[in-house]
Structure formats: C-alpha cells, structure tokens
C-alpha cells in the first residue's frame, strides 16, 4: 500500500511542476498538497518516527497556504514550514544514531553553511521589505536543519539525509531569490520554478526514504 501511495504522490508533483509558474487555481493547490501530505502518511503507516510525520505534515500545511498566494495565507505558511523544519532538526537531534559530535567531522560542509547564511542575510535583509524580520528568523532555523542533519552517520538509509537536507536548503534558497532579489523581467524566472519544485519534492522523499 505504502509503494502505491508513493508512486501517487509522485505522479501529483509531477503534474503539478508545469503549473507551479501559474496563478493559484484549486487544482494547482490540491496537486501541491496532497504530493506531500501523502509522503506524510505513508511515513505514518510505516511506523516513522512521529517526529518525521509531523515534519511532512506541517509542510503540506505550509504548502496548502502559500499555494493560495494570498497575504493572507503567506505568513501562515512561512510559519509552518519553519515549524516543519524545526521538527526536523528535532528528529535529526534525538534519532538513536545521531551523534553530536559528528557535526564538527565535516567542517567544510559546516561552515559553508554558515557562511551561506550570513550571505543570504546579507543580501536578502535590505529586500525583503516589511517581510525582513520573518526572512532573517526563517534563514537560521533552514540553515539549522542542515547543519543538524550531519549529527548523522551516513551509514544505511540515514546516508539520504544529508543530500535530501542540502536539496531542501538549495530550493528555499532558490525560491528567496526568486522572490526578492531578481527583478520581475529577469530571464532566470522562466526556469527558477522548474528548479525549485524537483528540489523541494526530492528533498521531502529523500527524507522519508532515509527514515522509513
């Protein structure tokens, strides 16, 4: 069951990619939800840790608002996908193999990291209008997932978590650019939602792989 239930929620992000660039339809935001939200109850049925459920589901919530592209439903959604990440830094944390100390055995993974955040905080503060101090809170709560997630070993399936972190980091980024540093005739937003969603989809199964 669980297998039919991944290969549907692939099939719902790959019908909803060419639309991603579009304006908000409910066909667009039922395909965008459910290609998540199934992720999380396959990971429900497979007896997940329920910290990974509840990382899933806070981002299908997140994705079902900010769908909506309205001011309304963006701050809601922003909001729950920093409590999705948040559960996720959880999850890496307490999982009985994270270890610490392994953090600190990859400090070129680490400290570029960091140094992408203050260079993210950098550029997107002055942009990001009334939207800045949500932006400059965002930034080290989705660098902190990926600085959490190297507490892992990559050993067994627990190896797909850090690419699928990274991956997770790589489209926010992209999606921040999209939004408030390129101007709206820019070339580069005809394929930036192209990037973005196979980044983010991948991430949140790569995820579930890793700890299913």
Do not use: N
């Not at 193999?97 to 203050?118: E, H, K, T, Y």
């Not at 942009?127 to 080290?140: F, H, N, S, T």
Request: hydrophobic share 60%; with cysteine; charged share 10%.
């Amino acid at each position: 069951m669980t297998t039919a239930l991944f290969w549907l929620a692939a099939i719902c992000a790959l019908a909803y990619l060419p639309l991603s660039p579009r304006p908000a339809t409910a066909l667009r935001s039922l395909l965008k939800t459910l290609s998540v939200a199934l992720l999380a109850v396959i990971a429900l049925l497979g007896a997940a840790p329920l910290l990974l459920v509840l990382a899933l589901s806070l981002c299908a919530l997140g994705d079902a608002l900010l769908s909506r592209e309205t001011d309304s439903t963006f701050m809601a959604g922003i909001g729950a996908f920093a409590a999705g990440h948040l559960a996720y830094i959880a999850l890496f944390l307490t999982h009985p193999a994270s270890d610490q100390a392994l953090i600190f055995d990859r400090p070129v993974i680490f400290w570029s990291l960091i140094i992408l955040g203050i260079v993210a905080a950098t550029l997107l503060a002055p942009r990001a209008g009334d939207l800045k101090i949500p932006v400059l809170a965002y930034i080290p709560i989705i660098l902190g997932m990926g600085i959490t997630v190297l507490a892992l070993p990559e050993t067994g399936a627990l190896r797909w978590a850090l690419p699928a972190a990274l991956a997770f980091i790589a489209s926010d980024l992209t999606l921040a650019t999209e939004k408030f540093l390129l101007p709206e005739d820019h070339p580069a937003l005809k394929i930036t939602p192209y990037l973005v969603w196979p980044l983010y989809w991948g991430a949140q199964a790569g995820l579930l792989v890793a700890f299913l």
